[in-house]
Nanobody, 123 residues
Framework: QVQLVESGGGLVQAGGSLRLSCAAS????????MGWFRQAPGKERVFVAR????????YYADSVKDRFTISRDNAKNTVDLQMNSLKPEDTAVYYC????????????????WGQGTQVTVSS
């Protein structure tokens, strides 16, 4: 059983940056594909980014490509999401996810989810 705890959310002005972090415990971190999802008020949860178990392969939603960067540290059991050039439409609760299957991560049916961290971008 893997536990995921996100941190780093907060309030930022448009154009600013935030770095989210997700700490994993209870499993073999290096075996899992990790990802981030987000859910804005009144909207469905949507895919943001994912990273392979080795960190060598990443994939992003078009809406965040070239602004967000996902990375992981398998020695520390953490996965980060660096968010730059933030926009008001990036406002959402951000969730860290983990699964052994990259397709399950990409399609939002990962086995493990964190509790979420709020990101609010003011205009």
């Amino acid at each position: 059983q893997v536990q995921l705890v996100e941190s780093g959310g907060g309030l930022v002005q448009a154009g600013g940056s935030l770095r989210l972090s997700c700490a994993a415990s209870g499993g073999t971190f290096g075996r899992y594909v990790m990802g981030w999802f987000r859910q804005a008020p009144g909207k469905e949860r949507v895919f943001v980014a994912r990273i392979s178990w080795s960190g060598g392969n990443t994939y992003y939603a078009d809406s965040v490509k070239d602004r967000f960067t996902i990375s992981r540290d398998n020695a520390k059991n953490t996965v980060d999401l660096q968010m730059n050039s933030l926009k008001p439409e990036d406002t959402a609760v951000y969730y860290c996810v983990a699964d052994g299957d990259s397709t399950r991560v990409r399609h939002g049916v990962a086995d493990y989810w964190g509790q979420g961290t709020q990101v609010t971008v003011s205009s």
